[in-house]
């Protein structure tokens, strides 16, 4: 079965910092990848998404995610972090039809 | 504001109870998704419909149960409430069900058993 591992249950940057969050997934087939993140009191939002056409996947909110196949890993990164950034960040992959979720990882931005 | 309504967005209830949650996909999707998130088991898979029909089924437990109607809206029936099923509802819909299709999830409904 395919899944996903998050490394950090939280992660915590200064406000301009460099934001990365680790995923690494399982998967005998290339996957479709996905960020997705949850700001509080709401449903999760679609950052980005893997499918092969790229390695480099740009998303919403300046967020992008490298594909790396011998690392197995799919790490979402911004170049400097916002206050507005401050959410639960989830990557998934397809398992099967629907999609498997990661623990997630929550993003703290402090001033 | 992802089209997906989910009601209600809170329900207090009492362990043996049984209660329905809605799900209204956002117009033209065809597919809908159902998934608990908690604390403890993180967000799981529970059940997807497509135009009506079971698409796949994830870790849902028999005492729960779902359906989508002709409508498309999807109703998810949780009987003999137990305090480990208090948690996070969600509802996604897409348009087609396909692997890799981008969800849109609903703001989900708050289920505490007491």
């Known amino acids: 079965a395919q899944s996903v591992t998050q490394l950090g249950s939280h992660v915590s940057v200064s406000e301009g910092a460099l934001v990365l969050l680790r995923c690494n997934y399982s998967s005998s087939v290339p996957p479709y990848l996905f960020w997705y993140v949850q700001y509080p009191n709401q449903g999760l939002q679609l950052l980005l998404k893997?499918?092969?056409?790229?390695?480099l996947v740009k998303g919403i909110n300046g967020f992008e995610a490298e594909f790396k196949k011998s690392e197995t890993s799919f790490h979402l990164t911004k170049p400097s972090a916002h206050m507005s950034d401050a959410a639960e960040y989830f990557c998934?992959?397809?398992?099967?039809?629907?999609?498997?979720f990661g623990s997630g990882t929550r993003l703290q931005v402090q001033p | 504001d992802s089209g997906v309504t989910q009601t209600p967005k809170h329900l207090i209830t009492a362990t043996g109870q049984r209660v329905t949650l809605r799900c209204s996909p956002r117009?033209?999707?065809?597919?809908v998704y159902w998934y608990q998130q908690s604390l403890d088991q993180g967000l799981q898979f529970l059940i997807q419909?497509?135009?009506?029909?079971?698409?796949a089924k994830g870790n849902i437990l028999e005492r729960f149960s779902a359906q989508q109607f002709p409508d498309l809206h999807s109703e998810l029936n949780l009987s003999s409430l137990e305090l480990g099923d208090s948690a996070l509802y969600f509802c996604?819909?897409?348009?087609?069900?396909?692997?890799?299709?981008?969800?849109?999830f609903g703001s989900g409904t708050q289920l505490s058993v007491l």
């Open positions: 117009s033209g999707d065809l597919s």
């Open positions: 996604a819909s897409s348009v087609g069900g396909a692997a890799g299709e981008k969800l849109f």
């Open positions: 998934a992959v397809t398992g099967g039809r629907a999609l498997t």
């Open positions: 419909y497509y135009n009506g029909e079971e698409r």
């Open positions: 893997y499918t092969s056409a790229a390695t």
